[in-house]
């Protein structure tokens, strides 16, 4: 019987890849480059192979003694290889199966649409990967997952939609909610995750738009003019969607306050107007839901009062909470680094500026206990991440900045007493804070 043998070589061949662990490697091309994708990608793997070091997330050197590289490459980064970590331990080179994404970054900047007055914008649009955007993913810190779970979900929509799904028979949508407190990052997670996904997809989807309506100038004084935006507006979106190879993001940021609208209006307390802005809009988005290539990122700063004809709609909801203590040390912790890497903060002398031990390993005492100075600064950076709770993350990343501004003496700054003075700044903020 041939069959069966048929099968168990296929299971065995299979079994040999399932072991090996995918991990997303991203490159971004220069500027200047006009390097071929299909040059490239090869040329990554084989530095990769050669490479026999241990797969741990973040930017890895680009060679300088291969000279195509160094001439077309400006940065490579090793994405999601930690959560590979946590299941297999080190992850090693023989382990992996790295998958080599090749982008070039958009430089246009956003393209803004102007109504008839001048003043009010209705949209904003980026060709992703933009430039703008570089980098955002990774400085936005949440609880271990989050990120991940977003990306995954889009990912799988993405091929249910690129395999052909028949939806009358397994559903699924392209609508993603994320709600929370506001500054905890929805709105720049939102751009993060689109700009992840145009890299990861680029070359199912070559070109990638980012279009980010601006739900605050629908409910313009010029209400009669709101319903000719709405129109125009999905009008061009219809028309990128229509195109196989474009990939569309529509961002509709803070919902609620089209939910609020719709609501007053139907309490009779707002212009009719406002109600047909909304119902357009809600239309809109459910006519573009059937097509293929388009996904919709919608935030809102409410859980509560939101719209039920909103949250309906979404597949995903995720709740972005202020961050966690783990959260909070990573990005003082990146703020710190920053500040070193600047000057403006004083390195500790003989020591790499990139060893500051994240949370994980403080937590885990994998720190060598020898080296006291950076025991204390561990110490002094776990202080501070603790007074700064219930702070907003966007609240975090202005705090070294009112920090240093307090500062007697700012041009003598020994990274330990700095965290001091941002753990007093840290109190004095959250005083200040609404009950
Ligand atoms: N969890 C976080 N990790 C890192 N930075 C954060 C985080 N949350 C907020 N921030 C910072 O706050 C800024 C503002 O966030 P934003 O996306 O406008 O929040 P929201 O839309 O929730 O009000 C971000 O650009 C980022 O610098
Ligand atoms: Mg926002």
Same mark, same amino acid.
């Given at each position: 019987?041939?069959?069966?043998?048929?099968?168990?070589?296929?299971?065995?061949?299979?079994?040999?890849?399932?072991?090996?662990?995918?991990?997303?490697?991203?490159?971004?091309?220069?500027?200047?480059?006009?390097?071929?994708?299909?040059?490239?990608?090869?040329?990554?793997?084989?530095?990769?192979?050669?490479? +026999?070091?241990?797969?741990? !997330?973040?930017?890895?050197?680009? =060679?300088?003694?291969?000279?195509?590289?160094?001439?077309?490459?400006?940065?490579?980064?090793?994405?999601?290889?930690?959560?590979?970590?946590?299941?297999?331990?080190?992850?090693?080179?023989?382990?992996?199966? =790295?998958?080599?994404?090749?982008?070039?970054?958009?430089?246009?900047?956003?393209?803004?649409?102007?109504? #008839?007055?001048?003043?009010?914008? +209705? %949209?904003?649009?980026?060709?992703?990967?933009?430039?703008?955007?570089?980098?955002?993913?990774?400085?936005?810190? @949440?609880?271990?997952?989050?990120?991940?779970?977003?990306?995954?979900?889009?990912?799988? &929509?993405?091929? %249910? #939609?690129?395999?052909?799904?028949?939806?009358?028979?397994?559903?699924?949508?392209?609508?993603?909610?994320?709600?929370?407190?506001?500054?905890?990052?929805?709105?720049?997670?939102?751009?993060?995750?689109?700009?992840?996904? +145009?890299?990861?997809?680029?070359?199912? @989807?070559?070109?990638?738009?980012?279009?980010?309506?601006?739900?605050?100038?629908?409910?313009?004084?010029?209400?009669?003019?709101?319903?000719?935006?709405?129109?125009?507006?999905?009008?061009? $979106?219809?028309?990128?969607?229509?195109?196989?190879?474009?990939?569309?993001?529509?961002?509709?940021?803070?919902?609620?306050?089209? *939910?609020?609208?719709?609501?007053?209006?139907?309490?009779?307390?707002?212009?009719?107007? /406002?109600?047909?802005?909304?119902? &357009?809009?809600?239309?809109?988005?459910?006519?573009?839901?059937?097509?293929?290539?388009?996904?919709?990122?919608?935030?809102?700063?409410?859980?509560?009062? $939101?719209? $039920?004809?909103?949250?309906?709609?979404?597949? $995903?909801?995720?709740?972005?909470?202020?961050?966690?203590?783990?959260?909070?040390?990573?990005?003082?912790?990146?703020?710190?680094?920053?500040?070193?890497?600047?000057?403006?903060?004083?390195?500790?002398?003989?020591?790499?500026? %990139?060893?500051?031990?994240?949370?994980?390993?403080?937590?885990?005492?994998?720190?060598?206990?020898?080296?006291?100075?950076?025991?204390?600064?561990?110490?002094?950076?776990?202080?501070?991440?603790?007074?700064?709770?219930?702070?907003?993350?966007? /609240?975090?990343?202005?705090?070294?900045?009112? #920090?240093?501004?307090?500062?007697?003496?700012?041009?003598?700054?020994? =990274?330990?007493?700095?965290?001091?003075?941002?753990?007093?700044? *840290?109190?004095?903020?959250? +005083?200040?804070?609404? !009950?």
């Amino acid at each position: 019987m041939s069959v069966p043998m048929e099968v168990s070589s296929v299971h065995g061949s299979d079994a040999a890849a399932e072991d090996k662990v995918l991990v997303p490697v991203e490159v971004c091309l220069k500027s200047s480059s006009a390097a071929r994708v299909d040059d490239v990608r090869p040329a990554v793997e084989r530095m990769l192979e050669k490479r +026999s070091l241990s797969y741990t !997330d973040g930017p890895i050197r680009v =060679p300088t003694e291969d000279a195509f590289l160094a001439e077309n490459v400006q940065s490579i980064r090793i994405c999601e290889a930690d959560e590979g970590t946590q299941e297999h331990g080190v992850l090693l080179f023989w382990q992996v199966k =790295p998958v080599v994404h090749v982008f070039q970054l958009s430089e246009e900047g956003p393209c803004e649409e102007l109504t #008839t007055d001048g003043q009010l914008s +209705s %949209f904003h649009e980026w060709t992703l990967p933009a430039k703008e955007f570089d980098g955002m993913w990774e400085s936005l810190i @949440y609880e271990p997952g989050l990120k991940k779970r977003l990306l995954r979900y889009a990912q799988s &929509a993405l091929l %249910f #939609t690129e395999k052909g799904v028949d939806p009358f028979l397994v559903s699924w949508n392209r609508i993603i909610l994320l709600h929370g407190p506001p500054g905890t990052g929805k709105t720049s997670l939102c751009k993060a995750l689109a700009q992840k996904l +145009s890299i990861r997809f680029n070359s199912r @989807y070559p070109q990638c738009q980012l279009i980010e309506v601006n739900a605050h100038s629908l409910f313009s004084k010029w209400f009669s003019e709101s319903g000719k935006l709405v129109a125009r507006l999905f009008q061009k $979106i219809q028309e990128m969607v229509e195109e196989d190879n474009n990939l569309v993001f529509v961002l509709i940021d803070e919902v609620e306050s089209l *939910a609020a609208a719709r609501k007053s209006a139907l309490s009779g307390s707002e212009p009719s107007d /406002s109600i047909r802005v909304v119902n &357009a809009l809600l239309t809109q988005m459910d006519k573009l839901k059937s097509s293929p290539n388009v996904v919709i990122l919608t935030t809102s700063n409410i859980t509560a009062a $939101i719209d $039920i004809a909103f949250v309906d709609r979404a597949d $995903i909801k995720a709740y972005v909470g202020p961050p966690t203590l783990h959260a909070r040390y990573e990005i003082l912790r990146s703020c710190l680094l920053e500040l070193m890497r600047t000057g403006i903060v004083s390195n500790i002398k003989e020591l790499d500026m %990139f060893s500051i031990p994240s949370y994980a390993s403080v937590q885990g005492r994998v720190m060598p206990v020898q080296d006291l100075e950076m025991a204390d600064l561990c110490n002094a950076l776990v202080e501070a991440a603790d007074a700064c709770e219930g702070l907003s993350g966007r /609240s975090l990343r202005k705090l070294p900045f009112l #920090t240093h501004a307090s500062l007697a003496e700012p041009q003598w700054c020994n =990274p330990v007493k700095f965290l001091q003075k941002m753990t007093d700044t *840290a109190k004095r903020e959250r +005083s200040e804070l609404p !009950d």
